[in-house]
């Protein structure tokens, strides 16, 4: 394939004249038979590298992804271009997932999704060994690492599939790896003699890292939104702590919606569009969020709380000015937050004996006798759990993930179920019942699309019924509420809800082994990611951007001249005069300023109060209530 057919196909469907980037290499090193990984930072343009040779060879391009809201967009926006593309994921009925296979099969399909939990389907897997794939593409490579910050465990299905197709190349991507990650993930790919690596810097030059040692960090961060404009992502751990983040803000004049995995599809489309399209300014969300969301307009990202790990903190901070231009990613850091920080390896990593009782308790809790239980999936209440056995939620999950990566357990803590509906009206009653124009055409849909509506509860998708009836997504939601309150039928929407798969039959709890690959080595790993991510805090010594790059394995030419370390050193020597006339310009809006606002990073506390004195004392300024105004 020429250089120049690469360069039509992004013409044609993307309307781009060049690539960017190692776009290029990575494409033709894949198209050329290669196994190749890519390590591209966040914003750098992954998709194009997979898509367009797609389009350019025979065959389907198999494209592994762990997210299925991604992979729904992906999807989407490449039909929207005219290109034949399908996604298998949870939620799906067998026949539409039979339809997408034989499609796939017979060809005319050029790229297929699938997460990494479908590779252990006998299903897909037969009907896959019948497809001409032309390359696998894996996306959020460092998932199949032991050591990267977000190891899955169903990642190393996908050796599976390179044995089933020796002769399809491997293109790995990646936004975070570091070089031993880098390395892993040749590794356990299989990678041939003949593999190319290709990386582009990590280095944004247009993204300024900034770390603000505070004790009150919602007023510096009011600070922050009312000192750069434009829209902007904060960070926090918890749902909850994102719901009253986005309360206060509200409060504070500042338009925000909260996000986090346990929202309805519905509520997440609708916050994202409106954040999306700038209606809504700010987005609190958990790290449910920001995953190929396309927004390259994103002027501020703020870690309210600490992440887990440096990777974590680059990839949501990259999320930031997308579209070259000055953006900011802001860490706020408390005196508390390393004792958290801290807290946080044994919650992620409890002890043994605590995963044995968990392990013990869970039987009790479903009543599962020893030697019972292989392959039984049930519904798990975390809250009651805890409640009856007086347990703590968090190192709870913990035990749970560790008794899943060992393989005993499968815990999924966001499976999400398929709508039911029944009607509880005969048939009869129901030709004859008066209804609105909306709800007959809902019935409709409804009778013609599912059978056994009238004596058992039937699977239904929210999709089919809007294209059938050609109702939003909104009017369907709400017309089949409106006929379950009117006792026309019984709606149950489908719900996100953990549930827990018992792999093997129940052992004695004194038999669980847990390897060092599983728990000693990992447990290390965590601990160095957040020792890692504790200095970058902490240490206020080295250029931000000059730490990130060495941390991934790169050697930064100069330091950046424009994160919190690089202007501290310029303010060092800006003398007294200058800071007095730099204060001036701030104060000149007329508005009552805090005294945070004046405390420049690199300057002493003591010499900007006495600057602030200064204008005081020549009858510029004046102090009221703790703030400092200009005198009219």
Known sequence: MSRDKFAEILGEYWGYEDFRGIQREIIQSISAGHDTLGLMPTGGGKSITFQVPALAAEGVCLVITPLIALMKDQVNHLRQRGIKAYAIYAGMSRGEILTVLDNCVYG???????????????????????????????????????????????YRRIATVRQLLPDAPILALTATATPRVAEDICRQLQFRPTAQTFQMSFARDNLSYIVRATENKEAELLHILNSVRGSAIIYTRSRD???????????????????????????????QKSWQQGQTRVMVATNAFGMGIDKADVRL???????????????????????????????LHSKADSGKLKRRINETFPAIDFIRRVYDHLAYYYEMAMGDGEGVTREFDLERFCRTFRFFPVPVVSALNLLTRAGYLDYKDEDESQSRVLFLLDRDELYRLDTGDEEEILIRALLRNYGGLFSNYTFIREDDLMHDSGLSQQAVYEGLKELTRRRILHYIPRKKVPRITYTIRRLDSKDLVFTDEVYADRKEEYKTRIESIASYAEEAKECRSTFLLR??????????????????????????????????????????????????????????????????????????????????
């Open 551 to 632: 941390y991934f394995g790169e050697v930064a030419d100069h330091d950046c001249q424009h994160c919190d370390i690089c202007i501290g050193r310029k303010n060092k020597s800006i003398k007294t005069t200058e800071l007095i006339d730099k204060f001036s310009a701030i104060l000149s809006d007329g508005r009552p300023h805090a005294r945070h606002e004046f405390h420049l990073t690199g300057i002493p506390t003591d010499r900007s109060l006495a600057a602030l004195q200064a204008l005081i004392e020549a009858g510029e300024i004046e102090q009221r209530d703790g703030y400092f105004i200009r005198k009219q």
């Open 301 to 331: 990202v703020i870690h309210f709380e600490m992440p887990d790990s440096i990777e974590a903190y680059y990839q949501e901070a990259g999320r930031a000015g997308r579209d070259g231009k000055r953006a900011y990613a802001v860490l």
């Open 241 to 271: 702590g994102a719901r009253e983040l986005a309360k206060a803000l509200n409060a504070a004049g500042v338009s925000a919606f909260y996000y986090h995995a346990g929202l309805t599809n519905l509520d997440k489309d609708v916050r």
């Open 108 to 154: 005319g399909v050029t790229l297929l999704y699938v997460s990494p939990e479908r590779l252990s389907s006998e299903l897909f897997l037969a009907r896959l060994s019948h497809m001409n794939v032309s390359f696998i593409t894996i996306d959020e490579a460092h998932c199949i690492s032991q050591w990267g910050y977000d190891f899955r465990p169903a």
